[in-house]
């Protein structure tokens, strides 16, 4: 997913400031969050709800 995000947000494809590139930067952000979580030893790299 954070690979996805990547590639959209680099190629330039989605205009600065559309609702589908705060849309993809916010999955981004989350990704990133979480990868730095896991990193942190903390839960077991499944979200809970």
Known sequence: MR???DELL???E???GS???RDVQEIWDI???AQQYR???GGGGHATQ
């Open 14 to 16: 989605l205009p600065e």
């Open 39 to 41: 990193r942190r030893g």
């Open 10 to 12: 680099a190629s330039g």
């Open 31 to 33: 990704e990133n969050y």
């Open 3 to 5: 690979r996805i995000t």
């Open 19 to 21: 609702r589908a590139r």
